[in-house]
């Protein structure tokens, strides 16, 4: 039975952290206040093709794509997918990201 996904993923570029190593960051940004060092900014497109290499390399997954409408909405389709280990994997790779819907 074929299932489709629907994962909202953000690509804004940032990552789910941990509270202490946020803490960390925190105080580090107190000490050294300069934007220069603490700018990570990586494109949207980077990001998208990120997300979609790491669904299409997940096991039983037939089609990647992202959603015309919201195109921050990865659309997976196959057979025995393991959502939970997708979503896993998204986000500690591209941003964060929750399943909306399992068909």
């Not at 700018?39 to 997954?61: D, F, N, Q, W």
């Not at 025995?80 to 068909?103: M, P, Q, Y």
């Amino acid at each position: 039975m074929t299932q489709k996904i629907v994962i909202k993923v953000c690509l804004d570029g940032r990552r789910y952290l941990p509270k202490p190593l946020k803490i960390v960051i925190y105080m580090l940004k107190l000490i050294f206040p300069y934007d220069i060092i603490w700018k990570r900014r990586i494109s949207t497109a980077k990001l998208r093709k990120k997300a979609m290499e790491i669904a299409v390399v997940s096991k039983g997954v037939e089609s990647v794509t992202f959603e015309i409408d919201e195109k921050n909405q990865l659309v997976v389709t196959g057979k025995d997918i393991d959502t939970v280990k997708l979503t896993k994997s998204l986000r500690r790779n591209v941003g964060f990201a929750h399943i909306l819907s399992l068909d």
